[in-house]
C-alpha cells in the first residue's frame, strides 16, 4: 500500500478490499470495485491490470491495518509495565483478539491463500505480500528478547521456529473457525477458548514450571 502514491488508487484498494471481506474474491467483479469506489472500470484495469493484482494488494492493506493494532498494544502504557513473558502474553491474546473479532477478514485470507496456493500471484506480488506479514516477527522478538534478559522466559528456545508454528496454529484454527461448522462433531460455540488454548500450550513452554501471569481483561486494547 505504501507503493501506491496516488490517492485515489489506494482508495480503490481499501474499496476492494471492503468488498472481499462481504462477498469474497470469487464474488466481486471488477466493475464492483470501480463502482464502489466511484470511478470508471477502465480506470481499474489500467491502474491494476487483473483482480489478482487488487486482492494482492488489499490483503496488505488488512495486514498492515492488523499489524497497525499491534503497534497501539505495544505503545499502551499498561504494556510497557509489563516484563518479557507478560509482553509476549498480550500480544498473543492480542492475536486471539484480533482473529474471533474480525471473522471477515480471516475468510478473506482464507481465501487468498487458496489464489497464492494455485499460483496466481506473481513472484514480485508473493514476496511483497510476504514482507507484510513477516514485519510482525520484531514485534514478538522484541518480547522474547526481554523475557530472556529479565529471567521471565527460559532459555533454550528456537523463537523463530517457536513464533512460525505458534502462528501457523492460530491462523489455521481461526479459519477454519471462519469456514464454520462444517461435519455434525464440529462445536465452535468455544471458538474463542480453542485460541487462547494454543496460546497457554505455547506460553507454559516458555516458562517451565513457572505460572503464567493474569493479564487483565480490561487492560488488553480491542478494535
Known amino acids: 500500500m505504501k507503493d501506491l502514491k496516488d490517492a485515489q488508487d489506494q482508495y480503490v484498494v481499501e474499496c476492494a478490499a471492503e468488498l472481499f471481506m462481504q462477498h469474497g474474491i470469487d464474488g466481486v467483479k471488477m466493475v464492483d470495485i470501480a463502482r464502489a469506489a466511484g470511478v470508471g472500470v477502465a480506470t481499474v484495469y489500467r491502474h491494476f491490470s487483473t483482480k489478482v493484482h487488487v486482492a494482492s494488494l488489499a490483503a496488505e492493506l488488512l495486514w498492515e491495518k492488523f499489524n497497525e493494532r499491534l503497534h497501539e498494544l505495544v505503545e499502551s502504557d499498561w504494556f510497557l509495565q509489563l516484563n518479557?513473558?507478560?509482553?509476549?502474553?498480550?500480544?498473543?491474546?492480542?492475536?486471539?483478539?484480533?482473529?474471533?473479532?474480525?471473522?471477515?477478514?480471516?475468510?478473506?485470507?482464507?481465501?487468498?491463500?487458496?489464489?497464492?496456493?494455485?499460483?496466481?500471484?506473481?513472484?514480485?506480488?508473493?514476496?511483497?505480500?510476504?514482507?507484510?506479514?513477516?514485519?510482525?516477527y520484531v514485534i514478538f522478538e522484541d518480547a522474547y528478547a526481554m523475557g530472556r534478559q529479565d529471567g521471565s522466559i527460559r532459555r533454550g528456545i528456537d523463537f523463530r521456529r517457536f513464533y512460525v508454528a505458534l502462528a501457523h496454529a492460530l491462523m489455521g484454527v481461526a479459519q477454519k473457525l471462519g469456514r464454520g461448522e462444517i461435519i455434525p462433531s464440529d462445536d465452535f460455540s468455544c471458538g474463542v477458548e480453542e485460541l487462547r488454548g494454543i496460546v497457554n500450550m505455547a506460553l507454559w513452554s516458555l516458562v517451565g514450571d513457572e505460572p503464567i501471569p493474569e493479564v487483565p481483561v480490561n487492560a488488553r486494547t480491542r478494535g
Open 84 to 136: 518479557g513473558l507478560g509482553r509476549l502474553q498480550a500480544l498473543l491474546e492480542g492475536y486471539c483478539d484480533a482473529y474471533s473479532e474480525q471473522r471477515s477478514f480471516v475468510k478473506f485470507i482464507d481465501e487468498f491463500d487458496r489464489l497464492i496456493l494455485a499460483g496466481e500471484l506473481s513472484e514480485e506480488e508473493l514476496e511483497q505480500y510476504g514482507r507484510q506479514i513477516d514485519s510482525f
